[in-house]
Nanobody
C-alpha cells in the first residue's frame, strides 16, 4: 500500500524559498506509470494543482501550473524515494496547506489515487 508523507517548515518569511519533501513508501517513484504531484489549498479557497514529476525511462520530467511555473521546481531523488517542491519568492498569498499526491493517467483523464496528509505552511515575517 502506497503512503506519502509531506514534511517541511511550517513558517517561511516573505521573499524566501519554500522547500517541502514528500517521502513515498510502498512503491518506487521511478515507476513511470505515476506522476508525483504537489497540490495546495489556501485558507478558504479550493485546491490548486501546482505541478508534477515523473520518470520516462531513466529521465525525470517535470510539469508545472502556468501560473506558478516561473517560481516552482519539482524533482525526485531515487536514492531516498522522495520528491521535493521548491517555491521561490514566496508571499503571504502562498500560505496554504500543501499536499503531495500520486496522480495516475487513466487513459481518459488524470486523477489522484493516493494523498499525503498535508502540511500547513504560513508565509509571514
Amino acid at each position: 500500500q502506497v503512503q506519502l508523507h509531506a514534511s517541511g517548515p511550517g513558517l517561511v518569511k516573505p521573499s524566501q524559498t519554500l522547500s517541502l519533501t514528500c517521502t513515498v513508501s510502498g512503491t518506487s517513484i521511478t515507476n513511470n506509470y505515476y506522476y508525483w504531484t504537489w497540490i495546495r489549498q489556501p485558507p478558504g479557497k479550493g485546491l490548486e494543482w501546482m505541478g508534477a514529476f515523473t520518470y520516462s525511462g531513466n529521465s525525470g520530467i517535470s510539469y508545472y501550473s502556468p501560473s506558478l511555473k516561473s517560481r516552482t521546481s519539482i524533482s525526485g531523488d531515487t536514492s531516498k524515494n522522495h520528491f521535493t517542491l521548491q517555491l521561490s519568492s514566496v508571499t503571504p498569498e502562498d500560505t496554504a496547506v500543501y499536499y503531495c499526491a500520486r496522480e495516475v493517467d487513466y487513459g481518459l483523464g488524470y486523477g489522484m489515487d493516493s494523498w499525503g496528509e498535508g502540511t500547513a505552511v504560513t508565509v509571514s515575517s
